[in-house]
């Protein structure tokens, strides 16, 4: 049951649904809703649980859910460090330096050839083995066959976001029919109950498939077995589906239910995968494991378990930004008039909605959310649907620690440990340095090495703004045990490896990164501003980290003779923030990657404490424009809000939450409400999630004491008038609450978690706060 049948099923379902009234809104505030099944993958909606994620169609004659598993992958263990390539280095960094001084001396077309002679030598001598990584995959396929469902009313479709429920409903006749679909990270198992209002009246086909070739179909019992191979050698996969209900039969490869009210499935699925060196693992033991665990719970049980799990995460922040009669239309109509429309409660779902699909794609045991979370169909994914780390990866955790889901956080942690082991062979091979790195990519296999070409996959401090993560994640926690444990000695790697790799300007003898790029134009270069802010950014953590760990003195020491000497911000002819050594930035440039700015956001090395390169840097995003790709845009709102400009940040917002086409030449989003770069990208998604919190709320900042300052409602856009935000996280271990009306502070709170002290700001108003651990301070709308 390939492509082909799915368009049947589909087309037949859209012709089906018929409405006498049109329905109404699900008694759900928070939750995407449809009055149509979905036609296409970006329009079906998302379930997850950081192991298996799958997408649900809600179509009436066949119901249609595509799966995957986390470790399904093209590939098998693999090291992609290419052995001597350190020999190719000192031509490399020799050629861009000529060329670099023939840029200086005007003479841009010598200078051009050099850098071709630098990137020719690169892809000979330096690039990763294989040139390319490899390919997260689908799994599989779940359809239920209903007979008699062709003429049905009263259609629609949910995605509950508070419960992490995906609901369908209708009736044929004088029967109504629900299914509800959930992914449980308690059991590790998707589940679907369908049920009927009246008794009996259930009867249809389960079947199982997948769009990989060698897989095969067999029934055992009550169970669909499929299993398959991704390629010789590499990923086998097994995914069982359990039917419950009393009367089910062989129906070929499928099983048929029949006469029945409720019957629940549960769907597992597993592979070989134990890590990244090994596949020994047996995924026929495994998916039995997982089934036997949920064994003789009632579905009570596992929905109650499941719900609890996840409000446990979700709930701990609400946000209302107020709520229009838009509120109540079809999601789809909402993101067709948000741009022109008045609809603030879009934004308030925009906001949890990434907050949920943070929660499905990226739990503690399972691999990092990717380029697509943890939801593909495609075989030759975009990008191969993996870890892009020259912002995407990272854009992916940026709501994780302001959102209070620094807990999901730890898939990526964990991947940290495993590049820790392939950047450091990486490091020696290529650079002939200590510690480790990765480029600009990395996969299940866990690449390291630069990849693809070498005028953008050369770009080394992927490393070094990932193991940011782990300081960032200390910052907001105070948790010196995972300082000491988990972070620092994974930062410390990092840093080793910049401290080895930084090499002195002959021109102007400051240390500069490079061979580099500045993601992703400009071609191979020395010193991209980029890196220098990374790199001066992870130094300067790993020196404080280590004063607060009481060890590691010499290295810190080192560390801080290194950091004054990286190449400074730079201000440039154009009154903007320089993205090169040289002063030749292009003001007509609308790049989508603004990669000079990361000092603004995500990083804190330039703020509005220094309003030289602040005012020169908002000079830069202006010449970016307002239009870019999805992902983009995401950067964007958290960089307005970070120049404090809520309406500005709202404004990008709002392009980014109008449907994909809408603006030639630009992203937005899919009826779904995922991110559309376009193609469909995730890490738009946590964009902006978390550029809503940054107008709210911002902490990056540091007092002379070394203090956080929690600034509320930074930057509130004009039309949020009144709301409010409960549970957001400040640096330094703090929960905030924050309401507002008219514009103005109405009231605060602000809770300690670890007992540190900090300095409360609203418009210029500061005031200092020492609270004990659990202690909190209220604040009215004048900071008293």
């Not at 003789?296 to 409000?311: C, N, Y």
């Not at 807990?407 to 990526?412: G, P, T």
């Not at 992927?462 to 910052?475: D, K």
């Not at 309003?611 to 908002?618: Q, T």
Request: glycine share 10%; charged share 25%.
């Amino acid at each position: 049951m390939k492509t082909k049948q799915l368009a049947v099923f589909i087309g037949l379902g859209i012709v089906a649904v018929t409405c006498a009234v049109a329905q109404v809104a699900p008694d759900a505030p928070l939750c995407l809703w449809y009055r149509q099944p979905a036609a296409k993958w970006e329009e079906a909606l998302p379930v997850g649980n950081g192991h298996v994620g799958a997408m649900v169609f809600g179509v009436v004659p066949a119901e249609h859910i595509q799966f995957n598993e986390h470790t399904v992958w093209t590939g098998q263990p693999h090291s992609y460090a290419h052995k001597g390539a350190v020999k190719a280095l000192p031509e490399m960094r020799r050629l861009l330096f000529e060329g670099r001084a023939l840029e200086l001396r005007g003479d841009v077309k010598a200078a051009r050839a050099k850098q071709k002679e630098a990137e020719d030598l690169a892809m000979r001598e330096f690039m990763s083995e294989p040139l390319r990584q490899k390919a997260y995959q689908p799994c599989g396929d779940l359809w239920i066959e209903f007979d008699g469902h062709k003429n049905v009313t009263d259609y629609r479709r949910w995605l509950d976001l508070d419960k992490a429920l995906a609901v369908t409903e209708y009736k044929c006749g004088d029967v109504t029919f629900r299914r509800v679909i959930f992914a449980s990270y308690p059991d590790r198992a998707l589940y679907v109950v369908l049920e009927a209002d009246k008794e009996a009246k259930l009867n249809c086909v389960v079947r199982l498939n997948s769009p990989h070739e060698n897989a095969r179909v067999t029934v055992e019992g009550r169970t669909l077995v499929l299993r398959g191979e991704v390629e010789p050698g590499g990923i086998r996969f097994e995914s069982r589906a359990d039917v419950g209900g009393n009367a089910i039969a062989n129906e070929g490869n499928a099983l048929r239910v029949t006469g029945a009210t409720r019957f629940v499935i549960r769907l597992v699925a597993a592979t070989n995968y134990k890590n990244y060196r090994d596949l020994s693992d047996d995924p026929t033991s495994r998916c039995a494991a997982l089934l036997k665990k949920s064994a003789g719970k009632s579905w009570e049980q596992l929905l109650t378990a499941h719900v609890a799990d996840h409000r446990a995460l979700f709930g701990r922040v609400s946000l209302d930004l107020g709520r229009t009669p838009a509120a109540k239309n079809p999601t789809d109509q909402r993101i067709r008039e948000f741009a022109a429309g008045n609809d603030p409660d879009l934004a308030a779902l925009a906001f949890q909605y990434g907050r949920y699909l943070l929660i499905g794609s990226s739990r503690a045991g399972g691999q990092p959310a990717n380029l697509q979370g943890i939801w593909n169909d495609k075989l030759k994914p975009p990008w191969d649907s993996k870890y892009t780390c020259n912002i995407n990866t990272q854009m992916n955790y940026w709501p994780a620690e302001v959102g209070a889901l620094g807990e999901c956080h730890e898939a990526l942690f964990a991947a940290l440990d495993d590049l820790a082991e392939t950047g450091s062979v990486v490091a020696k091979e290529h650079y002939g340095a200590r510690g480790w790195v990765v480029h600009h990519n990395f996969d299940l296999w866990r690449g390291a090495a630069p990849i693809n070409a070498a005028n953008h996959g050369i770009w080394m401090t992927g490393s070094g703004w990932m193991a940011l993560h782990l300081w960032e994640h200390f910052l907001f926690t105070q948790d010196r045990q995972f300082l000491k444990k988990t972070a620092f000695p994974l930062m410390k790697g990092a840093a080793q490896f910049y401290a080895d790799y930084l090499v002195e300007d002959p021109q102007t003898k400051w240390l500069v990164s490079g061979p580099s790029n500045s993601p992703e134009q400009g071609g191979l270069v020395m010193g991209p501003a980029m890196d220098h802010q990374i790199i001066r950014s992870l130094f300067g953590a790993c020196i404080e980290a280590a004063k607060l760990l009481g060890s590691d003195t010499k290295f810190a020491a080192k560390l801080a003779e290194l950091r004054p000497r990286i190449a400074p911000n730079q201000v440039g002819q154009h009154r903007q923030l320089q993205e090169w050594l040289e002063d030749k930035d292009d003001p007509k440039n609308t790049h989508r990657h603004v990669s000079h700015l990361w000092g603004v956001y995500p990083g804190d090395d330039i703020t509005w404490r220094e309003p030289k390169f602040f005012d020169a840097a908002r000079q830069s995003l202006i010449y970016r424009g307002d239009a870019a790709t999805g992902w983009s845009m995401g950067w964007k709102v958290n960089l307005w809000a970070r120049f404090l400009d809520g309406d500005h940040a709202l404004l990008i917002l709002r392009n980014l939450l109008q449907p994909i086409g809408a603006k030639k030449g630009q992203g937005g989003m899919f009826p779904n409400l995922f991110d559309a770069h376009p193609p469909f990208q995730i890490d738009g998604n946590f964009g902006a999630s978390a550029g809503i919190a940054e107008m709210l709320l911002q902490s990056h900042i540091r007092n002379p004491d070394g203090t956080f300052l929690i600034h509320l409602l930074p930057a509130l856009p004009k039309a949020w008038p009144t709301g409010s935000v409960k549970g957001l996280r400040a640096r330094g271990g703090f929960e905030v609450d924050i309401a507002w009306k008219d514009g103005k502070l109405a009231g605060a709170t602000i809770r300690s978690i670890a007992g540190t002290a900090c300095k409360a700001r609203l418009g210029d108003k500061v005031v200092d706060l020492k609270l004990k651990p659990g202690e909190s301070r209220r604040f009215d709308g004048s900071l008293q």
